[in-house]
Structure formats: structure tokens, C-alpha cells
């Protein structure tokens, strides 16, 4: 029994993947033990244990209600974290329960000339209903890649990730390759805060996220497939 305690406690692949992403964090802990620290603009509640299609069973979570994370603390220092160089992915595990995904989910933006990147969920032309988006701008231009959330269940958990490592960018949910678009050149920088669950339009943050979240990480290079794998299979608690 003590031998497979031990084993128990052992770090997974999963977590030596995660430990090594640029940014990490486990939206079901307490708010102050979040690491990096993120502030709670409006009604953010952690803690909360995960129900719906494709919950993870014994997961906890936080619930926004018009709210969002703001990875700045200090308005008066300049803003960092942007991802530089010619690679990023970025991954977010998320449920909105009425499908309502129009926010804001992951970003440093801005507005599209000047984006690092960002993760949203908006109502775009060219498809019925909302979409779940993802664009980066680099010195080639900005471009985006979507998918109609009629593709999925948008009332159960969807792990998204945004991929590009300079010869493509991509978007995946729950595993599926949703877009891909060949593309290149160094990721922009800019002086925006990282939000999650909402994005700023020229220095305002909008966009605000209604739902649930469980974890969240960039990394300042493209995952693998088997990586990308690695991260979706969860082992059981």
C-alpha cells in the first residue's frame, strides 16, 4: 500500500509537460494560490466541483459570471509575458453550460495589429452562430483560424488548443484538428495584459466570460502530436 502510494504521487508526463509551459494554472484552486498570480475582475468562485458533458470526475473548477482574469497586478509596471520568436501554443479546458461562448477566453491583444495572440469565441461571418477563434500577429500580417461551434456540443467541456510554429497556424478542440492555415514569421509583442475570459479592444478589456474553467497554459513553442496527447489524457484520481 505504501509502495503504490508512492506511485500515486509520482509526477505524470502530463505534469512534466505542463511544469515546463511558459505560463500554467489550475483555475480550481483557491484564487490566491494561483501561480503566476491572476486577479479576479468580477464574480470568479473557485473551488467548485466540475459537472456537465465530458466533466473529469473528482475535478474542481472556477465559475465566472461576466468576469475575467487579469495576469497583471500592478497597472504601473509594464506588461510581460509576450510570447516571442516564431512558435506558441496555447491551451485552455473550458464549459460554458447555455453554449454562449461569445468572450473573450485567452488573450493578449489589443487589437489585430498589434495581438500576440488570442483565444475567443465570437459570432464571425461566413458561419451560422458563434465560433471559437484563434489568431496571433507576426510580421508576415494577422490571421486567423476557426471552427463553427456547430461542429461540437458547446454546452459540454472542450479542451481547445492554438497552435503555430511558424510554418502553420492551427486550432484543435478535444483532439480534432478543427482549422489549419500555413502561415509564418516572429510573433508580435505588445504592452497588452494577458486576460483570460476576456480580451482588450485598443487597452479596454471586453469580451467577459460566463462559464466554467479548469486550467489553462502557453508554452513558447509548438507542441507535437504526441505531446498534444499526452495533455488530453488526464489520469484518473
Known amino acids: 500500500e505504501a509502495s503504490a502510494s508512492k506511485a500515486a504521487r509520482e509526477p505524470t508526463a502530463r505534469d512534466a509537460l505542463l ?13 490566491i494560490a494561483h501561480q503566476p498570480p491572476l486577479k479576479a475582475v468580477g464574480k470568479v468562485a473557485a473551488k467548485m466541483p466540475a459537472t456537465g458533458l465530458g466533466a473529469r470526475a473528482g475535478s474542481v473548477v472556477a465559475t465566472f459570471e461576466s468576469a475575467y482574469f487579469d495576469l497583471e497586478r500592478d497597472l504601473n509596471q509594464p506588461r510581460l509575458w509576450n510570447i516571442p520568436g ?18 473573450g477566453l485567452l488573450a493578449k491583444r489589443g487589437n489585430h ?9 465570437a459570432d464571425l461571418p461566413g458561419t451560422p452562430g458563434l465560433d471559437i477563434g484563434f489568431e496571433v500577429h507576426t510580421e508576415k500580417g494577422f490571421v486567423m483560424v476557426s471552427f463553427p461551434l456547430s461542429r461540437v456540443d458547446p454546452t ?3 479542451d481547445l488548443i492554438g497552435r503555430y510554429d511558424g510554418k502553420r497556424i492551427s486550432l484543435l478542440c478535444n483532439g480534432r484538428l478543427m482549422e489549419e492555415k500555413p502561415w ?8 497588452e495584459p494577458i486576460l483570460i475570459g476576456a480580451a482588450t479592444f485598443d487597452g479596454i478589456p471586453k469580451m467577459y466570460f460566463t462559464g466554467e474553467m479548469e486550467e489553462a497554459a502557453i508554452w513558447s513553442r509548438a507542441l507535437s502530436e504526441a505531446e498534444v496527447s499526452t495533455l488530453l489524457l488526464v489520469p484518473a484520481k
Open 19 to 31: 511544469a515546463e509551459a511558459s505560463l500554467a494554472w489550475q483555475f480550481g484552486e483557491r484564487l
Open 156 to 158: 459540454g467541456w472542450l
Open 184 to 191: 509564418s514569421g516572429k510573433l508580435t509583442e505588445n504592452s
Open 113 to 121: 495589429d498589434v495581438m500576440n495572440l488570442c483565444l475567443f469565441g
Open 86 to 103: 516564431e512558435a506558441l501554443t496555447v491551451y485552455l479546458r473550458a464549459r460554458v453550460p447555455d453554449g454562449n461562448w461569445n468572450a
